[in-house]
């Protein structure tokens, strides 16, 4: 399972491709690709908003599925859509349910 | 300090206009992510996990009270409200918009500073000893050097596009405490038998992933000849330095490659062409530009040491600090502070913005408005009369900065690591925290004595885990993180690199190795006088290594 993530341009904020083709701030917006077909629609939607302006630092990450929640595979990519894993008071976990699993 | 002059308030201005059109553009559409951002990264602008992240120069370390205001100013408005002091004496914000940078700039610019050359493949933030222009063992201010060599290397159009970025780092006194000999060059201040200034030019030093000592090509350089000199380094590197490996650029590469000897042979010889040319520094112009540097004029204050006497005996805080983060001043009466930003359990150097404006406060009443970063991430005030540490020491406590742990256990370096950073494999932040608060006892950690421990998120050591007493590197294996030990590093006047100690450690399992490292050590040590430093070159590695995995390999 793959889902799209980048930085928004303006700020930097992480961002992730929801189904609406918006840029959620939140991981668990975001729409999970389950096949070859699904990773290439996602990537063609990354490539048109990089090419649009609206972010940078496109890349599809490797996710599971736990509990109903979207967790990526990678430590890297959990601290990106939790915060810095010593001050919850920062990044997304400062805003909203998700807990950083780091 | 040094004060803009006209040519410079006019040139960080233009450049402040420049990127600002730049980044306009940019939001705009009109230039694209790949034009831009090599134009983002020559004024600082990184991009990492969570945001964009600025970093700003300190040169050499040095700032006043006003621009102290003006960092904290900025962590309130642009950004969360704290900043991370680094190793290479810079600050960096981690969440500035890329829309709120050119007013950061102008901010910056009000006060006499900048990002520019705070990335990029060009010469970096030239750096020096925190103690410059107080430390009694000083030969000479380092300053004055440094900033020739800030003016020198600005946008300098030859070594703007090096084959990699390049790192100076200038000391004037015995004891290197600016680690000149992990940069690509090392410059240490000297006087020769007639007492005239120059310097010991070390090349080729480096950390990362092929870490070096810097090799001495000249034992004594002449004043004058500082710029040639380097010039000709430069040349040399330019011409040569590996533009095929990323890997492979630095210029400590080239000096291994080409061997020291013939490496030297090619920049006297490019010197011998260069030295009677512009490039000769006129003597007026160096005196004109110490002259910045003139240390405050301190008075005599004798009342300090009663004062001092006292308050010891009043406050057993004080004397701990006193103890430990003072640090003896070329005049008897004054002294030098080292402001830990490493409170137990803390993010070593960070400051929040409030803390910074109290900094900033202290400074100018006790402190002759001078204010140093340390490459350690720590703060300093190089000039503080005796009779006024009690005050310091006070206004410290009210902002919780008068952690006396200057040089111990958990005085550790530590890069942003996985936590912020886009480059690192693992976290160094938390590590660094639990390390702390193990060891927070004062007692403790007086005990163990000076202990330098350093850690690095990655292999490019932002952290100089390299030269840590213990060094530590976190590497991601098997999709996890794991923490290598190095032992026996040092970035002072006798730098040695670090010595992989064995296999790593889980995050869970690196605090309890650390511990035993060091009570392996204090069960070895001749006496309480023979630091862990010491003591590990006597022994080397292997009671460390019995004492780490001896077990396991009977257990197996």
Redesign the interface.
């Known amino acids: 399972m793959k889902i799209l993530t980048a ?1 928004r ?6 961002v992730w491709l929801a189904s609406d083709r918006s840029w959620a701030e939140t991981i668990d917006a975001a729409e999970i690709a389950r096949d070859k077909a699904g990773e290439e629609t996602l990537e063609r939607a990354g490539e048109a908003a ?1 090419q ?2 609206e972010v ?2 496109v890349n599809l990450i490797d996710v599971d599925m736990v509990d109903g929640r979207i967790v990526p ?4 990519e959990r ?2 859509a939790a ?5 919850a008071d ?2 997304k976990q400062a805003h909203s349910t998700i807990s950083n699993v ?1 | 300090m040094y004060r803009y002059d006209e040519f410079d308030h006019s040139f960080v201005k233009a450049r402040v206009a420049e990127f600002s059109d730049q980044v306009a553009r ?2 705009a ?1 009109e230039i ?2 790949d034009q831009f951002k090599p134009l983002r990264l020559m004024n600082g602008v990184y ?6 992240m600025l970093r700003v120069a300190i040169p050499y370390g040095t700032l006043n009270s006003r621009q102290m205001r003006i960092l904290a100013h900025i962590a309130r408005t642009y950004d ?1 409200g704290y900043g991370h002091f680094t190793t290479r004496q810079n600050i960096q914000y981690n ?5 709120d940078v050119p007013a950061i700039l102008k901010d910056l610019a009000s006060v006499e500073m900048h990002a520019i050359q705070t990335s990029g493949n060009c010469i970096r933030n030239v750096t020096a000893d925190h103690f410059a222009g107080a430390a009694a063992d000083e030969v000479a201010d380092p300053r004055p050097y440094a900033e020739i060599l800030r003016q020198w290397s600005s946008v300098h159009p030859e070594f703007s596009f090096l084959p990699r970025k390049f790192k100076i780092a200038v000391t004037g006194a015995e004891r290197d405490r600016a680690a000149v000999q992990v940069h690509d060059i090392g410059l240490h201040l000297k006087k020769n038998a007639k007492g005239e200034l120059g310097f010991s030019v070390y090349v080729g030093g480096g950390l990362g992933r092929t870490p070096m000592v810097g090799k001495k090509i000249r034992d004594f350089l002449p004043e004058k000849d500082l710029l040639s000199y380097t010039t000709a380094i430069l040349r040399v590197y330019n011409l040569h330095g590996r533009r095929d490996n990323k890997y492979k650029a630095r210029i400590k590469i080239l000096v291994h490659e080409t061997g020291t000897e013939e490496l030297a042979r090619q920049v006297e010889a490019e010197f011998a062409a260069l030295k009677d040319t512009e490039l000769k520094l006129p003597d007026e112009d160096v005196r004109a530009i110490e002259a910045y540097f003139a240390p405050p004029a301190l008075v005599e204050r004798p009342e300090g040491e009663a004062a001092v006497k006292a308050a010891r005996v009043e406050n057993a805080g004080f004397a701990d600090w006193l103890g430990q983060n003072v640090f003896t001043h070329r005049h008897p009466d004054y002294a030098a502070v080292t402001i830990s930003l490493k409170g137990i359990g803390e ?1 070593p150097g960070d400051a929040t913005d409030s803390q910074m404006e109290a900094i900033a406060d202290l400074a100018e009443k006790y402190a002759f408005d001078e204010i140093r970063i340390s490459h350690e991430q720590n703060v300093i005030f190089p000039h503080v009369a005796r009779a006024d540490l009690k005050a310091v020491y006070d206004g410290l406590v009210e902002i919780g900065l008068a952690t006396a742990n200057s040089g111990l256990v958990t005085d550790i370096i530590a890069c942003p690591g ?3 950073c886009a480059l ?1 494999n693992a ?1 160094s ?2 590590v660094a ?1 639990e390390i702390s608060n193990r060891f927070a006892s004062l007692e403790r950690q007086r005990e163990i004595g000076e202990l330098k421990l350093k850690i690095s998120g990655c292999i490019n050591a932002c952290g100089h885990h390299h030269v840590g007493h213990i060094g530590i590197l976190g590497v ?1 294996k098997k ?3 794991l923490y290598q030990v190095t032992l026996g590093g040092s970035g002072d006047e006798n730098t040695s690199i670090g010595e992989i100690v064995g296999r790593g450690f889980a995050p869970d399992q690196i605090t309890d190795a650390i511990e035993t490292i060091v009570d392996t050590y204090l069960g070895l040590r001749t006496d309480a006088s023979e630091r862990f430093i010491d003591a590990y070159r006597r022994l080397g590695p292997a009671p460390f290594k019995e004492a780490l995995y001896a077990g396991e390999a009977k257990a197996a």
């Open positions: 930085n341009l303006t700020d930097g904020e992480a990089a649009n302006n940078v630092d595979v990678r430590l890297r601290i990106r915060g810095p894993t010593f001050r920062l990044g780091a | 940019r939001l559409g694209t992510e991009l990492q996990l969570h945001a964009y969360k969440w500035p918009a890329l829309a993010v996985l936590d912020y690192a976290r932040i938390p925290q991601e999709g996890a993180e």
